[in-house]
């Protein structure tokens, strides 16, 4: 992994193939950001998996895209000085409903890479992909606990909803 980004804590991956450190934590997904802010965010089976493929589809029409779907946790420059935590919190809760949708078969983790397309939902579709780290399912539960103390709180991206 690169110096310049904080190395997660390590714990077993769920990913029989690909050993990836564990973030465990959303402040230290947040530190992460902090340090090398583009990363970005899929929610999928494993990167092994993904690897293989290196595409996703259009669940609407079938259609294959030319990269992998995934969603930024860059900092944008309107957020000004607002917390980092909360920036990830909300990047991670507007699709934590993947999961749901997908009875629990997919999970989030962060990766690098190069933007080649935009997808249906303007999401970025990557290609040259880097798996930085899995993102612990308990740091779903801080981010849903970060947005639920939020004066106004929102709920997550979902189309069914």
């Not at 992460?32 to 293989?52: N, T």
């Not at 259609?63 to 991670?92: C, F, H, K, M, T």
């Not at 303007?122 to 880097?130: F, G, I, R």
């Amino acid at each position: 992994m690169d110096e310049t980004v904080a190395a997660p804590t390590r714990r077993t991956a769920p990913d029989g193939v690909t050993e990836l450190p564990t973030v465990g934590s959303l402040e230290e997904l947040a530190d992460l950001v902090e340090r090398h802010g583009s990363l970005f965010v899929r929610w999928s089976r494993s990167p092994a998996e993904d690897m293989e493929e290196t595409r996703s589809v259009d669940h609407l029409t079938g259609i294959p895209l030319p990269g992998l779907s995934a969603n930024p946790l860059q900092i944008e420059s309107w957020w000004e000085d607002r917390p980092v935590r909360l920036w990830v919190a909300r990047r991670l809760y507007d699709y934590c409903h993947l999961r749901q949708e997908r009875d629990g078969d997919v999970r989030p983790w962060a990766l690098r890479g190069r933007e080649a397309a935009r997808g249906p939902d303007n999401e970025p579709l990557l290609c040259d992909v880097e798996p930085v780290c899995w993102i612990d399912l308990e740091v779903l539960d801080e981010a849903e606990e970060e947005v639920a103390r939020q004066r106004r709180p929102w709920g997550p991206m979902n189309r069914t909803a």
